[in-house]
């Protein structure tokens, strides 16, 4: 089993930053690719951000390409997503999940553990 843990939501305004984090526990998920789903009021789940298990490859939405940027430290087994000129459109539950595979996957079928999210509120 693997816990993870995020943090770093909160309110901020149209144009500013936040920092998320996410620590695994248990077993460990350096193995297997992480990613950022984010869920706002009334919408489906959606894929935010992916980093493979190397942290060598990168995905995202492209609603949020040049604004937000996923790493990794696996020796603390921590992934971070640092988010610029945050938009209103962002505000959002984020959630960590750890995929089944190495690489990057957009399908929240293919990712087996989640967080239990943390809010991110921008306001206009």
């Known amino acids: 089993q693997v816990q993870l843990v995020e943090s770093g939501g909160g309110l901020v305004q149209a144009g500013g930053s936040l920092r998320l984090s996410c620590v695994a526990s248990g077993r460990t998920a350096s193995t297997y690719a992480m990613g950022w789903f984010r869920q706002a009021p009334g919408k489906e789940r959606e894929f935010a951000a992916g980093?493979?298990?190397?942290?060598?490859?990168?995905d995202y939405a492209d609603s949020v390409k040049g604004r937000l940027t996923i790493s990794r430290d696996n020796a603390k087994n921590t992934v971070y997503l640092q988010m610029n000129m945050l938009k209103p459109e962002d505000t959002a539950v984020y959630y960590c999940?750890?995929?089944?595979?190495?690489?990057?996957?957009?399908?929240?079928?293919?990712?087996?553990?989640w967080g239990q999210g943390t809010q991110v509120t921008v306001s206009s």
């Open positions: 999940a750890q995929s089944s595979r190495l690489l990057i996957s957009t399908k929240h079928t293919e990712y087996i553990y």
């Open positions: 980093i493979s298990w190397s942290g060598g490859s990168t």
